[in-house]
């Protein structure tokens, strides 16, 4: 299986401030997506890192709020922007569509567990 | 718009039970349906993967069904024991942009 690196792990922010986070994924893969998974819910995805191009959103997500950066196959990049405490969520990077792969399956990092103060 | 569903939503069963948990989705043209697992504050680790045209596929104690024209798949799971204690999301991969939709997931309790 691939191996999703996810980093931090964890953090714990001020209202009003931004937070990176880093997916690094240990081979090239077709896709990668960006997750949210809020306090005692299931996963909504956020949007899908195009590499080289935007991000394609999902209903509710823009990405003032949420900038993506794909810069190549295997690394991507989400932050969110001017925090509040409702954005408190664990935050998984997922990719797909490894290089001579026949099944499409979809991996996951540990995800960030972000908490705004 | 695909809509997953998962029941029951808790199961608290005694070690060594065979147990089922069911999903269901809206919408058939999937690429696939991944079962994943997921522990208290931790990432999704994959558990069984089904292509469209498969009807099953098994890993040790886990055997997951896929009946795409109804719309549902299950995970039974064997001999259930402790270390089973987690919860359990079945998730749909669409045919276009190959994202995922997830349920709300079966919060698995297996009691010693």
């Known amino acids: 299986s691939a191996v999703i690196s996810q980093k931090p792990s964890r953090d714990i922010c001020q209202r009003g401030t931004s937070l990176t986070i880093q997916c690094q994924v240990d081979?090239?893969?077709?896709?990668m997506f960006w997750y949210r998974q809020q306090p005692g819910q299931s996963l909504t995805l956020i949007a899908t890192?195009?590499?080289?191009?935007?991000?394609?959103?999902e209903s509710g997500f823009v990405i003032d709020k949420f900038p993506i950066s794909r810069p190549n196959l295997t690394f991507s990049t989400l932050t969110v922007s001017n925090m509040s405490p409702e954005d408190s969520s664990i935050y998984l990077c997922?990719?797909?569509?490894?290089?001579?792969?026949?099944?499409?399956?979809?991996?996951f990092g540990q995800g960030t567990r972000l908490t705004v103060v | 718009k695909q809509e997953v569903t998962q029941i029951p939503a808790a199961l608290s069963v005694p070690e060594g039970e065979n147990l089922v948990l069911n999903c269901s989705f809206t919408?058939?043209?999937?690429?696939?349906l991944q079962w994943f697992r997921q522990d208290p504050g931790k990432g999704l680790t994959s558990l069984l993967l089904?292509?469209?045209?498969?009807r099953e596929q098994t890993s040790g104690r886990l055997n997951a069904s896929l009946d795409k024209s109804s719309g549902r798949s299950t995970l039974y799971i064997a001999a259930s024991q402790p270390g089973d204690s987690a919860t359990y999301l079945c998730?749909?991969?669409?045919?276009?942009?190959?994202?995922?939709?997830f349920g709300s997931g079966t919060r698995l309790q297996v009691q010693p």
């Open positions: 919408d058939s043209a999937i690429y696939n």
């Open positions: 089904i292509q469209s045209s498969q």
């Open positions: 998730a749909v991969m669409d045919t276009g942009r190959r994202a995922l939709t």
């Open positions: 081979s090239q893969v077709t896709m």
């Open positions: 997922s990719a797909a569509g490894r290089a001579n792969e026949r099944n499409t399956e979809a991996f």
């Open positions: 890192a195009n590499q080289g191009s935007e991000a394609t959103y």
